[in-house]
């Protein structure tokens, strides 16, 4: 059977389960003793285990075997959560990784074993079975409590069943049944063992779940309470015979078990019980039948490619509409009334498609909290990482591309923002250093931001680096403010740290964050308070596809400049222009913005000199909280358009974002407000 046709399945599911896994492993380490967490692990291990068996992947199916092992003995009790067998785990996390990353690239898991891991699983396990074996009348759920104490939660409707049944003289077992580790089809075995039960007995309670039973959401044993004529050599007896039985234990229940276990109040369901003090139906009219539904998935999965080319057709949708709306007389009633129409449909489609590629940057924010706990250790800080807007969506191409930015951001703060435990005790701030990543919507935009509570920018360190290298004169950099000082962090291979180490000081930090942000339209800021802590804001685009634009004349040419990055439109007087430090700036309300004139920026020769104009046209465009002024020839009107990229032979094109198709066929270039300004 040809298996290559469900790689791409296999690996997007992996990377779901692994990172399930490792938010899992966080919380666990918080929490040690918190059991549902323990269940959720082992069952992404087993599955895990699963998919890499049937595809043929023997190195993850060993790995997640052992997994398997030292989890069960976690959720039992042999063994403890202790920071050692947290770190194996995480471990296992890395490899499963670097297997299905692996896969994804070459289809082939790769020959690497892992067998140090293994190992150490191993002997984890090993030395827990030993310590069972020494006490073997103990059921693996019942941790701390005595053999003969119940070890399944009642409801007031299951006591009142108990005490009818002892009235009437019949017996009541606890029943722990564990499977073989080797049985493959789990759900099948317990079924058959059921079908026992019920044909002897009535069956009152299980755990797991009936439904977990049969959706074989448990691992190798669970326990029932039956009510039965019979006596426990018969169960003994009977289960045992059954193939991949591995352990049947019998516990008697009593009047004096129920004296003192702690019976929950339960829940409105009821039970039906005969005359002779027993259950009608069995187990599927128990309060288990009703205790869990069945959620059906309303999600599908669709490949990204099939979306691109969904959303191109939109585009050429949209680029007829346009095409029309300049071929349409306004004295033709009908045709402009269909028109509406048309705009009005393929504005509905647009946003129906835009909304089908958004993405919640939850799958880019849930990579963090390992990198921090990894980093916290690594530098001997306490760290927490606080996140919120984590459902904050964005289109899909811009989720791909931001998270390497923010790993360099978060590293930045971990790294140079927050102090060690003592250095903050000594400034008055608790032991623990914070991270906020926050995302939100505003307008058209995204707003990411890294905010923290630790040291800061030290701008004097920042000037003298700035001399030590040349970047400014000595007179000149006592004039600049501190914004303008902090903007020099950006600068290629600038670093204000004294040694270099894995996470920083080559300089390689900021630039490359500030160059793929503005990448991707979006804009860059950095706020800093010296022992107060640093805040960075990046604001991108919701969408990459289509944007509303203004189109402007510049010399004989039409350029498109992107609507949300045009703060106003003046006009600005030829003798109100002056030179400050060589650039030409103007005031605007008692506010002072650098002048760019798009002739000389785009090379273009004007057609008439600026002299002999009376007023110039000023587009104020805004770059984070910086204004500047672009001087155009003339404006032509405001439009949706398509951006279309200018392929990989004139990728990287300074101050140029991409192209559009005009109504009239014609191309427009789309101005990079980022780069220019």
């Not at 509406?340 to 504005?347: A, D, I, P």
């Not at 250093?433 to 030290?458: K, M, S």
């Not at 006592?478 to 902090?486: G, P, Y």
Request: aromatic share 4%; with cysteine; glycine share 6%.
């Amino acid at each position: 059977m040809d298996m290559n046709k469900y790689l791409n399945i296999f690996v997007e599911e992996s990377r779901e389960h692994l990172q399930a896994l490792n938010t899992s492993l966080l919380e666990l380490e918080k929490d040690p003793g918190n059991t549902p967490i323990l269940n959720e692990i082992f069952r992404v291990a087993h599955t895990l285990k699963g998919m890499a068996g049937t595809m043929g992947f023997t190195h993850m199916s060993d790995l997640t075997h052992n997994m398997e092992d030292v989890l069960d003995g976690l959720r039992n009790g042999r063994i403890k959560v202790y920071p050692e067998v947290v770190d194996i785990l995480f471990k296992c996390l890395d490899a499963l990784e670097s297997y299905v990353d692996n896969v994804s690239r070459t289809g082939s898991e790769g020959d690497e074993d892992n067998r140090d891991i293994i190992n150490f699983l191993s002997a984890i396990s090993d030395k827990s079975k030993a310590a069972q074996e020494t006490q073997p009348g103990i059921i693996p759920q019942a941790g701390k409590e005595k053999k003969d104490d119940l070890h399944l939660e009642l409801n007031i409707y299951d006591r009142n069943v108990l005490e009818k049944a002892f009235e009437e003289s019949l017996n009541v077992f606890e029943i722990y049944i564990e499977l073989d580790r080797k049985c493959l089809l789990k759900a099948a075995r317990a079924f058959i063992i059921f079908q026992i039960l019920e044909k002897h007995s009535d069956i009152i309670k299980s755990a797991p779940p009936v439904n977990d039973i049969e959706d074989e959401r448990f691992d190798y044993y669970f326990t029932v309470m039956v009510i039965s004529k019979k006596d426990a050599e018969f169960f003994i007896t009977e289960l045992n015979s059954v193939s991949e039985v591995r352990t049947v234990k019998v516990t008697r229940v009593t009047p004096k078990h129920l004296e003192r276990i702690k019976v929950s109040p339960g829940s409105d369901e009821k039970h039906h019980v005969d005359r002779d003090g027993r259950m009608n139906q069995g187990i599927m009219d128990s309060s288990q039948k009703t205790a869990e539904k069945r959620i059906t998935s309303k999600t599908v999965r669709v490949d990204i490619e099939r979306l691109d080319v969904l959303m191109n057709l939109v585009s050429e949708l949209i680029i007829i509409k346009t095409r029309l709306d300049g071929i349409i007389s306004d004295r033709d009633r009908e045709c402009a009334q269909t028109l509406e129409n048309l705009e009005r449909v393929t504005t509905s489609l647009h946003d129906s498609v835009m909304k089908v590629r958004m993405v919640p940057v939850e799958s880019v924010f849930n990579r963090f909290p390992r990198m921090v706990r990894d980093i916290s250790k690594e530098l001997n800080k306490d760290i927490a990482l606080h996140m919120s807007g984590e459902e904050t969506e964005l289109d899909r191409t811009v989720i791909d591309e931001i998270g390497e930015p923010l790993i360099h951001i978060i590293r930045n703060s971990a790294d140079h923002g927050i102090e060690k435990s003592e250095e903050r005790v000594k400034k008055g701030k608790s032991t623990t250093g914070n991270i906020w990543l926050r995302a939100y919507q505003d307008g058209n935009n995204v707003v990411i931001e890294v905010d923290d509570d630790g040291t800061g920018i030290d701008i004097d360190k920042v000037r003298k680096k700035v001399l030590e290298k040349g970047l400014e004169s000595e007179e000149t950099i006592s004039t600049l403010s501190d914004e303008e000082i902090i903007q020099f962090l950006f600068q290629p291979n600038f670093s204000t740290s004294d040694k270099v180490t894995d996470l920083s000081g080559r300089g390689v930090g900021l630039d490359v964050v500030k160059t793929k942000i503005e990448s991707l339209g979006g804009t860059f800021e950095l706020i800093s308070k010296l022992g107060q802590g640093s805040k960075t804001i990046i604001r991108l685009p919701l969408t990459l596809a289509i944007i509303q634009a203004l189109l402007v004349m510049v010399g004989d040419e039409k350029y498109a400049i992107p609507l949300n990055t045009i703060r106003e439109i003046y006009n600005v007087n030829p003798a109100d222009i002056q030179f400050v430090r060589n650039q030409e700036v103007t005031l605007l309300r008692d506010t002072v913005i650098p002048i760019i004139r798009l002739h000389n920026v785009l090379d273009i020769e004007q057609s008439e000199p600026d002299s002999n104009k009376k007023q110039l046209t000023c587009v104020v465009v805004k770059k984070g909280e910086k204004l500047s002024g672009l001087i155009v020839d003339s404006l032509i009107s405001q439009q949706e358009i398509v951006i279309k990229s200018l392929g990989k032979l004139l990728s990287g094109i300074r101050c140029i974002a991409g192209a559009t198709i005009l109504g009239d066929g014609n191309v427009a270039l789309i101005l990079d407000v980022n780069s220019i300004v």
